[in-house]
Nanobody, 120 residues
Framework: QVQLVESGGGLVQAGGSLRLSCAASGVIFSINAMGWYRQAPGKQRELAAVITSGGPTNYADSVKGRFTISRDNFKNTVYLQMNSLKPEDTAVYYC??????????????WGQGTQVTVSS
């Protein structure tokens, strides 16, 4: 059974920083893209950042220049460094990964979500 476990959320003042982590565990053959999505109250879930297995990244326009996504392939972990946080970054942040196991190719997995709250 594959699981994604997130950590690092919390409450921070505007202008502050947080670092989210998400570790994948279980019987994993390989991990393709890993990403972070976020969902603010009353809004749809949206992509914040994604990183492929080879390293290329993509960011939502709203976080470019402030957020940095990275991954450690040996630890099956993806990180999101969030700097210069704004109140509009307040949301539940979800980790996502496309994981190949011994029985399925590129299955879509989600973490349980971690709350990020930015106060003004």
């Amino acid at each position: 059974q594959v699981q994604l476990v997130e950590s690092g959320g919390g409450l921070v003042q505007a202008g502050g920083s947080l670092r989210l982590s998400c570790a994948a565990s279980g019987v994993i053959f390989s991990i393709n893209a890993m990403g972070w999505y976020r969902q603010a109250p009353g809004k749809q879930r949206e992509l914040a950042a994604v990183i492929t297995s080879g390293g290329p990244t993509n960011y939502a326009d709203s976080v470019k220049g402030r957020f940095t996504i990275s991954r450690d392939n040996f630890k099956n972990t993806v990180y999101l460094q969030m700097n210069s946080l704004k109140p509009e970054d307040t949301a539940v942040y979800y980790c996502n990964a496309l994981i190949t196991t011994t029985t399925a190719y590129d299955n879509d997995y989600w973490g349980q979500g971690t709350q990020v709250t930015v106060s003004s």
